[in-house]
């Protein structure tokens, strides 16, 4: 398997040898996908400039969580690193050229990255149902009063940027699990994929945000299907390694999220 | 699966899989030069009609009837904008970096030909979307390229603001992926796809500049998706990221808290880059014309390729400078004006070597050299109106006249025109296999670079006098009205040079089908896009990778059999 994958790699190249060594010895896909997060890192700097930006110009600025979000929190934390490691495993299992195995790590990060989005998505629903929510959002006739419910509307920016952040993270998380699916199942994961699009859909009311959220499964079945039309092909080690770099990457910016916008954001009794 | 990717780079079969959605990089290349080919016709249209209206306010125009002071600003916003995005960006980096980039270091293609072909149907449904704003209800917006807030952040702010924005901040988030997708594959392909023997000091400057240029589209314009992404939740879901209180209309709107600075930082951080985005590949085009033509080596190669990663660190640190008047402490304005003059160090370094590679040169004024030539005196005079903006207390007063505008339509727009033009007619032949017609050529070199400085230069007097940027009418004002004349003039120079581009229209598609047949090689040059047929075969070199000896510049080596060493000359031929 090792050597099929360098194979496959520098046919994509031309002849063996006929080129300068790469710099950092790494093949393309993988220098792809550093570049891509060097980018993405830029797009959630600017995100969390934003957050830093309101925050210091809003005073006093809300620190409205109590023991329950943070708790909440921490066990997503958990999640999400435990998926690193099972990531990890997945990645020495593929280099081992062990496939069983390597599908097996593959699905306990996405049943782990699947947990993070779950409990975030129920931490989103119910600090909505208490009042925390932005204009645009659907929300359920409970919102109107309550602590969070002022503070959405005396400092709009907290709302803003706690959604805005996770929002973008949550994405990110979501277009990691699908992108894992695909690596580990490939085109059978498209109709997995499309199911939970239309359970999501028709199960979660009109009242709630991820009723509307619940597309961007829609729009990752649709990426999926184009990109697997283009290159048929099975995945590799290194395809395997490729998106452990991403996912690892997305856990690392929760590990700026968790406490900026959470652990910084308690309540000080 | 080794097998199908083997297949992958023999040629496509269908005209589908070979003109449309090709992966060649070449075929890519030449959608992307054509994309910005209609895309700068569109935009000097709009320049047209904001000239027209500019000296004669009544007037009805066919198409548009007559301008009334928010269609004017609808039309500088989509001139701004398509000129620097689907033009400035698009065709030095996207075409002709797509099309030589990969050849001239010996690839067969680009690192991700998929991505390749993603990269620019995404950049042409972008500019599609943004095409399409001018026909929704209420037409384009009004906040200019720069889409200041809370103008661009209310619905309700003004007629062009409502779905035309929202389609403008789409197309623009559209346009960042797009570029995110082209730059991280310029990049890889640079640094994994050297042909043996092109180590990286041994790459032509054109491939640095295109290296450096995608490293700034990497990091800049994932802000701006960000930037843009908070800006349509302001507009669409009613948060403040951008927008304090504010009354329209005696209507108090929801919005609250929110600062247009952050808009401004965000934005600038991206738009700064940008400007470098847009020049980077003309120096480079211009470093190779200039060197190929005065058959010299450029004149400090290696200062060349560190004054350009001079320029593209430096340009990271002073999107403040667009910031003067924005409200800004002055220690924060004494560090970007100080870092923003910093720029003119390595600026300079590379005007000097220009001038040093044209010294004691044996010029061939062909086409591509007039236009290089063009481009380092749009270059030093379009830029040394900058260390005047760059200062604050000058800033003050200049800010927002027509003198920013001089400066920044001679230095980034009209310079990195010229190297388009410079880049067009230096590998026309390569492109498309037959010789451009030399006295068109020339004859649209003169106008143009006279049109040019007529229409520009003038605009420096106007923002001196106080006349500011983005009003659509000055012949109701006493004091402006006195400028109209040299207004007037500017619009005269404009029609000319606006005309004379049909000269270049001509000759391109003329030359494309009629001209005469070009050699291998017609300008006697060193690099490897020269090397192989014209125009290059599916994989560029027929079969083989070519093995690099020599540097690019190889002009005028003593002993060598002819003037001029190829970069795949045996090592044998010249002591370098």
Redesign the interface.
Known sequence: MADATLQHDTVQHGVPGAYEAPLFGAYSKKVGMWLFLASDSLTFGALLFAFSYNRLYTIPWPTPFHAESIANATIMTACLLSSSLTMVMAVFAAQRGDRAWTRNWLLATMVFGTAFIVLHGMEWSKLIGEGLTIPGFPKPPSAATGELADISKNVPQFPATFFGLTAMHMLHVTIGVIYLGVVAFRKWFLPILGVLWIAGYLLIPADNVFHYGIHALLLGLIVGAVILYLKPKDYDAHDVEVSGLYWHFVDLVWMFIFPLVYLMSTKIQ | ??A???H??SAPQGFIRKYIFSLDHKVIGLQYFFLALTAVFVGMFLSLLMRIHMIWPGVSLPLVGEIKPETYLSLLTMHGTIMVFFVLTTAPQGGFGNYVLPIQI???DM??P??NMLSFWTTFVGFVVIIAAFFVSGGAPLHGWTGYPPLSALQSAGPGEGLGADLWITSIAIFCVAS?MG???F??TT?????????MMRMPLTVWSWFITAILG??????L???G??LL?DR??????YVPLVVVNGQVL??????PL?WQ??FW?FGHPEVYIAILPGMGVASQVLSTLARKPIFGYKAMVYAMLGIGFLGFMVWGHHMFMSGMSPYSAFAFSILTMCIGVPSAIKTFNWLGTLYKGRIRFHTPMLYAIGFVSLFVSGGLSGPFLAQPVLDIQLHDTYFVVGHFHLIMGVAAIFGIFAATYYWFPKMFGRMMNETLGRIHFFITLAGTYAIFMPMHYLGMAGQTRRYSQFTEVAYQAKLIPLQTFITVAAIITISAQIIFVINLFWSMFKGPKASDNPWEATTLEWTTTTPPPHDNFGGV?PVVYHGPYEYGVPGAPRDFVMQNDPATVSAH
Do not use: C, E
């Open positions: 699966m080794v199908q990717d083997a992958a780079h010996g690839a067969p690192a991700f998929v991505l995110l730059a991280l594959n990049i890889t640094l994994d796809l050297r042909a043996k023997g092109m180590t990497l990091l800049a314009f994932g802000v998706l960000s930037a992404i908070l939740m669409n879901l009613g948060t403040s990221f929801g919005h609250k808290g929110g600062s952050l930082h965000l951080f990778t």
